[in-house]
């Protein structure tokens, strides 16, 4: 019982990893309707931008993860300006977004890798002994993470139900078209959809490279396919969806692996996604209309 309640702790911290990544990706695909492919490589550069600002400016950890996680949301903008909303404008079909967004994931992966070099960095995190939580035992820097995407969702549960902004991104996910002849400024609400997308996935690249101890340049992308595992299985475009499904994933790769073989545990978050499209493939919180 002792190791369940153990995985059960780390099924937190992954579920909340998760959370931050899977919740971003939601809010940027029901602004645009479209799959963010390079949304791997933003991970992999917040865990860059965080390692360079703390140690070449030599900030404090925390200052760090808040100007790795905004510079990621800038990028994010960048790479709608420069490159998507040219194709969106031009009415290309999704399908070829899909592949532009390939490209992107390309550009930017070897961007990481000509700038920083492929070799593994780490976080040089003060070595912490676990606390007593309960059941659970946690490091300090777990509980940081938790607590960090608790803060985070309820700041996106307030942004989409509380102010203009959340209320817009809601209306041009149910129905673009509408929202726009409404008087929204659709334009506005993509670059901010994009902006907030990015820094949730570089703060989710904080946390993940943090609580795997080191990171590379392809590690965003090993991790991706996890995400959009969340992101189905909780409902495509929905941002609750996106965080029931997280904690889901999460809790069911690392209990599991308590069990089983480790190196499968992650094989049966796609067992869980397919079950999933199997008896509910409009996720567990559909879209409006499809459930």
């Given at each position: ?196 997308s990015g820094s949730l996935a570089g703060l989710a ?87």
């Amino acid at each position: 019982m002792t190791i369940f309640w153990l995985s059960v702790g780390f099924g937190l911290v992954t579920a909340s990893v998760l959370a931050l990544a899977s919740v971003g990706l939601s809010l940027q695909f029901g602004v645009t309707n479209y799959v963010n492919f390079a949304y791997g490589a933003f991970l992999t550069l917040g865990a860059y931008f965080a390692w360079t600002v703390l140690t070449g400016g030599h900030l404090p950890l925390g200052l760090a993860i808040v100007i790795g996680a905004l510079g990621v949301g800038v990028v994010g903008v960048l790479c709608d300006r420069i490159v998507f909303r040219s194709f969106t404008r031009s009415g290309f079909p999704l399908f070829y977004l899909l592949i532009v967004s390939f490209g992107v994931s390309l550009i930017l992966g070897n961007v990481v890798q000509g700038v920083w070099g492929p070799s593994p960095q780490f976080f040089a995190v003060v070595s912490q002994f676990p606390l007593h939580i309960g059941p659970f035992l946690l490091t300090p820097a777990q509980l940081v993470i938790i607590g960090v995407a608790i803060v985070s969702m309820v700041g996106v549960h307030l942004l989409l139900t509380r102010t203009r902004l959340g209320k817009a991104m809601r209306a041009m996910s149910d129905n673009p078209a509408l929202a726009q002849v409404s008087g929204i400024d659709i334009n506005r609400v993509t670059t901010w959809a994009w902006f907030i997308s990015g820094s949730l996935a570089g703060l989710a690249g904080i946390a993940l490279a943090i609580s795997t101890a080191s990171f590379e340049p392809g590690f965003g992308e090993n991790f991706l396919f996890t995400i959009f595992a969340a992101v189905i299985v909780g409902g495509i475009g929905q941002p609750y969806g996106a965080m029931l499904g997280a904690f889901l994933i999460g809790m069911v790769t690392e209990v599991s692996a308590a069990f089983i073989d480790p190196s499968y545990s992650t094989d049966l978050a796609f067992v869980v996604l397919i079950v999933m499209l199997l008896l509910r493939p409009q996720g567990l919180i559909p879209a409006r209309g499809k459930a």
